[in-house]
């Protein structure tokens, strides 16, 4: 068992310090583009006056430097080879995100936007796993070229995690002669829409609320009629592009669903699997970086005239924290490494509880590790001088979105009970014997192992 990172991902990891220090800090360095990242990072990334989007300023310097990134061969990394990527692998992503997380706020990765030098994209691999041949040739050109932009419209005012519950519609429906989609409801926090040019809508086109089966995932053009942006809601870390659509009798032609029809929720399981993962590493690398970031501050500053770093008040705390950060590195990159072992409607069967670990204790680990960097470094800790109150209101969004850590919770109780997963078959006479009794009948259980206990 070799724990080792392999050696063709640190010898990359060398590859983009290296670019970062040549090119894209001095991109930062530029123009007072600081600015965007020290204590007036909010203001000036916000345009309070257009609905609190992002200052168009901010937009065309993340746009400049993924640029520079891509001339460079960074930012298609996980892209698939046949799509223009190197085929970047779980594994490598995941160290990749903890590694750039780790360095701190900076132009070559900007959690608060998704932006980042070595793009994560999942809906490329989406487009390629879902899309048909016809949709592939209609949508790839302009795809891998940046001229299409997709928000994803799975949430709901009145339904979030319950996804299963949705109100939004798709019926089908002709228009001058031509079979189609009718498309009604309304989606939440549907990421990017003042700059896409399609969305994902996922609608319910046949069965009853709660089933997990007749729900379809379809591509809306941004600017068909009937789709209007409600509203952007303001949130805790700001600037927004997080707003409220409203679908109205919008018409797609017939061949506008991706993947199957009624079998839409594997696509968004795809997605979450790859974010979630990701999103976790990310949260690790932040939160190793408040740790880091705390230690240092602690061996140098010197109230009553010794280290601050001499009390176990400040040491233990932060003993705890590195602690677990230890130990979710590992999980993440085993599972990181499974995934790439299997396709992604295994890893649903088999590790997706690992994975909602992962993601749920990271994205919790780095609001903690944030809150004790303030805590260690003080009054100018509380600041927005330190970017420590930055990474807090920023992650503790992905406590919430995604599927919140008490649903992540629920789906590693399932696989741990035997509900869902590989124990599944180990308490099948029992979940039989609940399932008949949720109906009024009875059914006598029978032991596992046709024992008695």
Not at 281 to 293: H, K, N, T, V
Not at 342 to 362: F, L, P, Q
């Amino acid at each position: 068992m070799d724990f080792d990172i392999p050696k063709d991902i640190q010898d990359y990891l060398g590859e983009l310090d290296r670019f970062i220090d040549d090119v894209i800090t001095p991109l930062q360095r530029a123009d007072d583009n600081d600015r965007f990242f020290d204590h007036r990072r909010e203001h000036a990334r916000t345009d309070w006056d257009n609905n609190g989007l992002p200052r168009k300023e901010w937009e065309q310097l993340l746009a400049k430097s993924r640029k520079l990134a891509d001339e460079a061969g960074h930012l298609r990394y996980a892209w698939p080879k046949e799509m223009g990527g190197k085929g970047g692998s779980q594994l490598a992503m995941a160290i990749i995100r903890e590694h750039l997380a780790a360095k701190g706020l900076g132009l070559f990765n900007d959690l608060q936007t998704e932006h980042s030098i070595v793009g994560n994209n999942p809906f490329i691999l989406m487009f390629k796993e879902f899309a048909t041949n016809e949709q592939y040739d209609r949508y790839a050109d302009k795809l891998l070229n940046g001229g299409m932009r997709t928000g994803f419209g799975l949430t709901e005012p009145n339904h979030g995690s319950d996804a299963t519950w949705m109100e939004t519609r798709g019926v089908r429906h002709e228009k001058d002669g031509k079979p189609g989609w009718l498309i009604n409801g309304e989606k939440m926090w549907t990421t990017g829409m003042h700059v896409a040019t399609h969305v994902m809508c996922f609608a319910r086109t046949s069965g009853k609320d709660g089933d997990a089966t007749g729900i379809t995932c379809f591509i809306v053009p941004a600017d068909s009629p009937g789709l209007k942006i409600e509203e952007y809601l303001w949130t805790f870390n700001m600037p927004t592009d997080h707003p409220r659509i409203s679908f109205t009798d919008v018409w797609i032609p017939e061949d506008s669903y991706w993947g199957q029809i009624d079998r839409g929720l594997g696509i968004g399981q795809s997605f979450v699997h790859q974010n979630r993962i990701r999103q976790a590493a990310s949260s690790l690398g932040a939160a190793q970086y408040c740790i880091d970031e705390s230690v240092k501050y602690a061996r140098n500053r010197k109230p009553f005239g010794k280290p601050l770093s001499d009390n176990q008040a400040i040491q233990f705390p932060l003993v705890e924290l590195q602690t677990q950060c230890e130990m979710l590195r590992l999980l993440i990159r085993k599972t990181a490494w499974q995934m790439d072992h299997m396709e992604h409607k295994e890893i649903e069967r088999t590790i997706s509880d690992k994975v909602s670990m992962c993601n749920y204790w990271g994205n919790r680990l780095v609001c903690e590790a944030a809150d004790r960097a303030m805590q260690v470094h003080g009054g100018i800790g509380y600041s927005r001088h330190k970017p420590f109150e930055h990474i807090y209101r920023h992650h503790r969004r992905y406590r919430i979105t995604e599927g919140s850590e008490e649903i992540q919770m629920r789906k590693v109780a399932a696989y741990l009970f035997g509900y869902l997963g590989p124990k599944r078959e180990q308490f099948r006479e029992l979940n039989e014997a609940e399932k008949a009794a949720k109906k009024g009948e009875y059914v006598q259980p029978v032991p596992a192992h046709g024992g008695v206990r």
